[in-house]
């Protein structure tokens, strides 16, 4: 009876996933984070570092979703043999260590960098310095993270192997001391670490957002406030540095409310055993909980890259270039009306520029 039921859930999670979940969500993740991460790549979008950390976002997102998708298909080719009718237990270990250590360094690679884009941004503010611009040190930062996300990555697949749990033979640490450790070393550097990195930057940006808006109320209600002066200088330029906190502070918001759901039930899971009192509670509503998080958190990755589309202007205008260019090569469009949104885009940034780079204009914080 249990054999029939669980051979059933198995054909219902076959069907739940092969159908419309991998297929979807994944081809949708993909080729949204490829499109995203082409316009940040070539078209000419003058916020950096920001455009930099995002382009490594955009990449880690990318590598998560194929990983994801490449292993929810491995793992039901792994149980039972007869719902897919490939046998790939023969290599269950290597394919285990493997994805374990993708899916770390990615995952970890990903956060890294959006931590790093909040980081750097407040220095910017913070500092009125333009050397962490360059691209050198961009480049020199991302290769520290690089390195050291590698190293962390590289404990998991010493930590991971196929054992034989409840008749089925799970990916998971080697020993029950090595379980708990690993989900608190998990549950500290990412909540602590990353989160903490995360949730301390917004706070510091919402406190900028609100100093900047009294100075600009300050500023406008003064009598030497007009048009072309250098206060209304000043205004533009907040405004413009206030665009890109706007969107950080909401990317940061959902990246916390899709992921830390996640981190923190796997911490409480790997914390009770069948001695607690909480054993049965757990037992009973694990799965569901634990899917219903995981696909949360998968769902970010996947459709991130709507969140920076809908609230980054030059992201959709260039997206609307890209996208009208391309229904002209397959003749829906013509192409003068590719190049009316191309003159207006053009008229647009220019008077910006003119606006914000006529002087030379200091954002003071804390005055």
């Given at each position: 009876?249990?054999?029939?039921?669980?051979?059933?859930?198995?054909?219902?999670?076959?069907?739940?996933?092969?159908?419309?979940?991998?297929?979807?969500?994944?081809?949708?993740?993909?080729?949204?984070?490829?499109?995203?991460?082409?316009?940040?790549?070539?078209?000419?979008?003058?916020?950096?570092?920001?455009?930099?950390?995002?382009?490594?976002?955009?990449?880690?997102?990318?590598?998560?979703?194929?990983?994801?998708?490449?292993?929810?298909?491995?793992?039901?080719?792994?149980?039972?043999?007869?719902?897919?009718?490939?046998?790939?237990?023969?290599?269950?270990?290597?394919?285990?260590?493997?994805?374990?250590?993708?899916?770390?360094?990615?995952?970890?690679?990903?956060?890294?960098?959006?931590?790093?884009?909040?980081?750097?941004?407040?220095?910017?503010?913070?500092?009125?310095?333009?050397?962490?611009?360059?691209?050198?040190?961009?480049?020199?930062?991302?290769?520290?993270?690089?390195?050291?996300?590698?190293?962390?990555?590289?404990?998991?697949?010493?930590?991971?192997?196929?054992?034989?749990?409840?008749?089925?033979?799970?990916?998971?640490?080697?020993?029950?001391?090595?379980?708990?450790?690993?989900?608190?070393?998990?549950?500290?550097?990412?909540?602590?670490?990353?989160?903490?990195?995360?949730?301390?930057?917004?706070?510091?940006?919402?406190?900028?957002?609100?100093?900047?808006?009294?100075?600009?109320?300050?500023?406008?209600?003064?009598?030497?406030?007009?048009?072309?002066?250098?206060?209304?200088?000043?205004?533009?330029?907040?405004?413009?540095?206030?665009?890109?906190?706007?969107?950080?502070?909401?990317?940061?918001?959902?990246?916390?409310?899709?992921?830390?759901?996640?981190?923190?039930?796997?911490?409480?899971?790997?914390?009770?055993?069948?001695?607690?009192?909480?054993?049965?509670?757990?037992?009973?509503?694990?799965?569901?909980?634990?899917?219903?998080?995981?696909?949360?958190?998968?769902?970010?990755?996947?459709?991130?890259?709507?969140i920076y589309i809908y609230t980054c202007s030059s992201?959709?205008?260039?997206?609307?270039?890209?996208?009208?260019?391309?229904?002209?090569?397959?003749?829906?469009?013509?192409?003068?009306?590719?190049?009316?949104?191309?003159?207006?885009?053009?008229?647009?940034?220019?008077?910006?520029?003119?606006?914000?780079?006529?002087?030379?204009?200091?954002?003071?914080?804390?005055?």
């Amino acid at each position: 009876m249990n054999d029939t039921m669980e051979y059933s859930s198995w054909i219902n999670m076959k069907l739940y996933f092969f159908i419309w979940f991998i297929p979807l969500i994944t081809t949708i993740g993909f080729f949204g984070n490829s499109f995203v991460l082409y316009i940040l790549l070539y078209k000419h979008i003058r916020f950096p570092p920001f455009c930099f950390w995002l382009r490594c976002t955009c990449i880690g997102n990318m590598v998560i979703v194929i990983q994801q998708g490449v292993f929810l298909i491995l793992y039901l080719c792994f149980y039972p043999k007869q719902v897919i009718g490939i046998d790939l237990r023969i290599f269950d270990s290597i394919i285990c260590k493997f994805f374990m250590f993708v899916h770390e360094f990615s995952y970890s690679w990903t956060t890294g960098s959006l931590a790093t884009l909040y980081l750097v941004k407040i220095i910017i503010i913070v500092t009125q310095s333009n050397e962490i611009d360059n691209s050198k040190n961009n480049f020199k930062i991302c290769l520290i993270l690089s390195f050291l996300m590698l190293t962390y990555s590289m404990l998991w697949p010493i930590i991971y192997d196929v054992r034989l749990k409840n008749g089925l033979n799970i990916c998971t640490p080697k020993s029950d001391f090595l379980f708990l450790l690993e989900g608190q070393a998990r549950f500290v550097y990412q909540s602590f670490v990353i989160v903490g990195i995360i949730t301390g930057a917004n706070c510091y940006l919402v406190y900028f957002l609100c100093h900047t808006s009294k100075v600009v109320q300050k500023i406008q209600r003064s009598d030497s406030f007009s048009i072309g002066s250098k206060e209304s200088r000043l205004t533009a330029k907040l405004a413009k540095i206030n665009k890109i906190i706007y969107f950080i502070i909401f990317v940061n918001f959902l990246w916390i409310v899709c992921n830390v759901p996640f981190m923190s039930y796997s911490f409480i899971v790997n914390m009770y055993d069948e001695k607690n009192s909480f054993y049965y509670f757990f037992s009973s509503f694990y799965m569901p909980l634990y899917y219903g998080f995981m696909v949360s958190s998968y769902f970010y990755n996947c459709l991130s890259w709507i969140i920076y589309i809908y609230t980054c202007s030059s992201l959709r205008r260039h997206m609307r270039i890209t996208t009208y260019g391309f229904f002209v090569r397959f003749g829906l469009y013509e192409a003068y009306f590719i190049e009316k949104i191309k003159s207006e885009i053009f008229n647009n940034s220019s008077e910006i520029e003119k606006q914000t780079n006529s002087s030379d204009v200091t954002v003071e914080v804390g005055k």
